[in-house]
């Protein structure tokens, strides 16, 4: 999870504390999917190459990607928070004379608070795909798994992250077919040799 974007947030909260708006309330959404559309691209980016710019034969062309397959898509929309009451439960732990309203440095604590409140909420929530949970595992492999050792070690995985509290996409801890959609969802980055699986490499 990245760190919260500061800038919009200020942008949306000074409308508040400079009484352009009366009121503001937040709807943390979590969109957890399968497949990312940039899987393409992402893997190079983040071994230095530079983000592929957007352009208008890029957009033509991806829209073939509206036929292709990209698995299970969640929604999950969280407790809002409202601006005037989350304020008022911040300055209870703040010292006397926190005014957000009128002092700058006031204001910047509470856009930091409520940053990382927004995207704390967003990870309590996050599911773990199939896809993450066999990638994980690949990777860990990068000379090659046999596909029944493969399974142990999703099911190995997702059983730990499960008592950890983490929520996984499926119901229940991972099994075979956990194993099938990881796989066929990253197909193009897979490559088998006879029973061994292992990771395409990324080149810069």
């Given at each position: 999870m990245l760190s919260p974007k500061f800038g919009i947030l200020k942008i949306m909260t000074d409308t508040f504390f400079d009484k352009k708006v009366e009121e503001i309330t937040f709807v943390p959404v979590n969109i957890n999917y399968t497949r990312t559309l940039e899987d393409s691209s992402f893997p190079g980016e983040l071994t230095g190459n530079p983000k592929v710019k957007e352009s208008l034969s890029r957009i033509f062309n991806a829209l073939e990607t509206l036929s292709m397959n990209f698995g299970s898509l969640y929604l999950d929309f969280h407790d809002p928070i409202n601006i005037t009451e989350d304020l008022r439960s911040v300055a209870e732990t703040r010292p006397k004379g926190f005014d957000p309203f009128n002092k700058k440095a006031d204001r910047m604590f509470y856009l930091n608070e409520l940053g990382n409140k927004l995207i704390f909420s967003l990870q309590k929530r996050?599911?773990?795909?199939?896809?993450?949970?066999?990638?994980?595992?690949?990777?860990?492999?990068?000379?090659?798994?046999?596909?029944?050792?493969?399974?142990?070690?999703?099911?190995?995985?997702?059983?730990?992250?499960?008592?950890?509290?983490?929520?996984?996409?499926?119901?229940?801890?991972?099994?075979?077919?956990?194993?099938?959609?990881?796989?066929?969802?990253?197909?193009?980055?897979?490559?088998?040799?006879?029973?061994?699986?292992?990771?395409?490499?990324?080149?810069?």
């Amino acid at each position: 999870m990245l760190s919260p974007k500061f800038g919009i947030l200020k942008i949306m909260t000074d409308t508040f504390f400079d009484k352009k708006v009366e009121e503001i309330t937040f709807v943390p959404v979590n969109i957890n999917y399968t497949r990312t559309l940039e899987d393409s691209s992402f893997p190079g980016e983040l071994t230095g190459n530079p983000k592929v710019k957007e352009s208008l034969s890029r957009i033509f062309n991806a829209l073939e990607t509206l036929s292709m397959n990209f698995g299970s898509l969640y929604l999950d929309f969280h407790d809002p928070i409202n601006i005037t009451e989350d304020l008022r439960s911040v300055a209870e732990t703040r010292p006397k004379g926190f005014d957000p309203f009128n002092k700058k440095a006031d204001r910047m604590f509470y856009l930091n608070e409520l940053g990382n409140k927004l995207i704390f909420s967003l990870q309590k929530r996050t599911m773990i795909m199939p896809t993450t949970l066999v990638a994980t595992i690949l990777l860990l492999y990068r000379k090659g798994i046999s596909e029944a050792t493969l399974l142990k070690q999703v099911n190995w995985l997702g059983m730990a992250l499960v008592q950890r509290g983490a929520l996984l996409s499926d119901s229940g801890l991972p099994d075979e077919t956990t194993l099938r959609l990881g796989l066929r969802q990253l197909n193009d980055h897979v490559i088998k040799k006879r029973d061994v699986l292992m990771p395409k490499e990324v080149h810069g």
